[in-house]
């Protein structure tokens, strides 16, 4: 009996293909570790935001199933508007990290993951700078250390 190589039994490797705003689209495979998406240059998934941490969060594949995981950022990780520390993606699946907003789909056909990048679901916060001088005379007789103000910002997601 002839013995083969382990290399012709190999079982198919699932794929992560990151699609990016550009138009360009780079193919990673899902081997035995997790792709790490962030800002450093290393990172399998490379999103340049400086909202977004050096090694933001990982997407594995595992049993089937494509899973999501922030590895400690500052800023978190959302599916679907809510935040995330570690969960499985569905087709359709928004994912946004800093300023960037991903769409996870699953290819019918290879059931490779697909990650296209699309227009942010939100700007980022700014810094409103309001005069410093507790002399400075505001409309009403007002200062600014007498200012108190409450902002509600609703985000909606693009329909």
């Known amino acids: ?13 699932a794929a992560l293909i990151h699609k990016r705003a550009d138009g360009t689209q780079k193919l990673c495979a899902l081997a035995d570790k997790p792709l790490v998406l962030g800002r450093h240059q290393e990172s399998e998934i490379q999103v ?5 941490s050096r090694r ?9 199933t494509f899973v999501l995981k ?5 800023n ?7 935040r995330v520390y570690e969960c ?3 087709s359709g699946d928004k994912i946004q990290i800093g300023n960037a907003a991903l769409v996870f789909e699953i ?3 290879t059931g490779d993951g697909v990650l296209r990048q699309v227009p942010p679901i939100s700007t980022a916060p700014r810094q409103i700078f309001a005069p410093t001088s507790s002399q400075t005379q505001l409309p009403g007789g007002m200062r600014p250390s007498e200012l108190k103000t409450t902002v509600q910002v609703q985000i909606q997601p693009p329909a």
């Open 1 to 13: 009996m002839d013995i083969l190589p382990l290399m012709h039994y190999a079982l198919p490797m």
């Open 107 to 109: 290819d019918a056909t």
């Open 48 to 52: 340049r935001d400086v909202f977004i």
């Open 70 to 74: 922030d590895l400690g950022s500052m």
């Open 56 to 64: 933001h969060a990982s997407i594995s594949y595992d049993n089937n």
């Open 88 to 90: 499985t993606l569905s």
């Open 76 to 82: 978190g990780t959302y599916r679907n508007g809510v």
